[in-house]
Nanobody, 125 residues
């Protein structure tokens, strides 16, 4: 069974930074493409960023381009999301997800196979 556990969220002032981490329990982690999504209260879950299985390709939502950076360390079974210059509208629960094909950078949540429980990010103005 694949388990994903996020960490690194917290309360931060606008303009601040955080580094989110997601650790995968599966030995097959390096085969998966990984994505980050977020969900604000009362809103649908939205795509943030994705990364291919080796990390050579990345894809970002327009709203976070230039501020967020996704990366991975396959030796540590971990994917990261560096979030900089945070804005109040970035507030939400951040989820990581794994996609089994390894190469798809899809922004569609329904195409991901495994999900973590999320970590809360709150940005104060």
């Amino acid at each position: 069974q694949v388990q994903l556990v996020e960490s690194g969220g917290g309360l931060v002032q606008a303009g601040g930074s955080l580094r989110l981490s997601c650790v995968c329990s599966a030995s097959t982690f390096s085969n998966y493409a990984m994505g980050w999504f977020r969900q604000a209260p009362g809103k649908e879950r939205e795509f943030v960023a994705s990364i291919s299985w080796r990390g050579g390709r990345t894809y970002y939502a327009d709203s976070v381009k230039g501020r967020f950076a996704i990366s991975r360390d396959n030796a540590k079974n971990t994917v990261y999301l560096q979030v900089n210059n945070l804005k109040p509208e970035d507030t939400g629960v951040y989820y990581c997800a794994a996609e089994e094909s390894g190469w798809s950078l899809t922004p569609r949540a329904d195409e991901y196979d495994y999900w973590g429980q999320g970590t809360q990010v709150t940005v104060s103005s």
